[in-house]
């Protein structure tokens, strides 16, 4: 299957900032399933200050915006600019009080089925790290009975198999998928204890809970294909456990099911933070608005 995808993020700050510094994981690897045909990452409003990969092989693109920054000045993003990403510019067409910083990626990804297994594990972050507990997934009262359901998961791989799936399904069945409820801040705990999340929060409880029954899991972030809609609110995300036998292996604990050709992975790590496609530190600027426009496609 081939996957075009077109995702733009633009950044409004109320005045400009005084310097801002943003970590992409915008560009997908060939790998898993997947082999990318063509991809291209446009930065409007700030400059590429450098690329490689990370300790989980993820390809990272810094980028640095503000009064500060040599040669930029964040109000300098021109309203052509936010117009071809589909986004008004402004009551006055123009840019003079416009402070933004515009982010998009275009591209075609081929995939294949692989019944949600990744295979070995790659990267110089070694495997242990993905049993240790974050913030974002450290297990409180809420989980642990729900992890009291599970004994510990057998060495033999179809037994691990059969934890981990009646793991997401408990998950599912235990916090409905809400958006607007939770924010990326959002601890597994305080989703699981109020019944309720998005594919983030499925996510980190799974792996909270694969983790306390001793199995290396991790956060991944990409996008996903959906039967019945191109244009979506925001990219996606599931996790994977790492099982004897297979390596890693995919959940989407949100649609109760293994990821398939429809899925493109964009970034791995121990949690939202560590994978996000996003991550931001800025100083001045004032209030920040968020606007996504992202369309997922068959070609």
Do not use: K
Request: charged content about 15%; hydrophobic content about 45%.
């Amino acid at each position: 299957m081939r996957i075009a995808v077109h995702h733009t993020t633009i950044y409004r700050f109320e005045r400009p900032a005084t310097h801002g510094l943003q970590r992409l994981h915008l560009r997908p690897r060939d790998g898993a399933g997947q082999q990318v045909l063509d991809w291209s990452l446009d930065i409007a409003g700030a400059r590429v200050e450098q690329e490689y990969d990370d300790h989980n092989q993820n390809h990272t693109t810094l980028i640095s915006f503000g009064l500060n920054a040599a040669g930029l000045n964040a109000a300098g993003l021109n309203a052509a600019g936010l117009n071809a990403a589909g986004l008004n510019a402004g009551a006055d067409g123009g840019h003079g009080d416009l402070h933004a910083v515009a982010i998009t990626t275009r591209g075609l990804v081929e995939t294949v089925d692989r019944a949600g297994v990744v295979g070995p594990h790659t990267g110089f972050a070694p495997l242990w790290m993905f049993t240790n507990q974050t913030e974002l997934t450290r297990p409180g009262a809420a989980m642990r009975a729900l992890i009291a359901r599970f004994g510990p998961a057998a060495p033999v791989c179809h037994n691990a198999l059969e934890v981990l799936h009646g793991l997401a399904e408990a998950v599912r069945d235990g916090v409905a998928y809400e958006p607007g409820r939770t924010l990326a801040t959002t601890t597994a705990e305080a989703s699981m204890a109020a019944g309720h999340g998005v594919c983030q929060d499925h996510a980190h409880i799974f792996i909270g809970a694969a983790r306390a029954l001793g199995m290396p899991a991790r956060y991944v972030s990409g996008y996903l294909l959906m039967d019945d809609a191109v244009g979506q609110q925001a990219s996606h995300a599931w996790a994977e456990a790492h099982v004897p036998g297979l390596g890693w292996v995919g959940f989407d604990v949100s649609n109760r099911m293994c990821p398939d050709a429809r899925y493109v992975r964009l970034a791995v790590g121990v949690d939202y933070r560590d994978a996000a496609p996003v991550t931001s530190v800025t100083q001045g600027g004032g209030p920040c608005d968020l606007a996504i426009s992202l369309e997922v496609a068959q070609q």
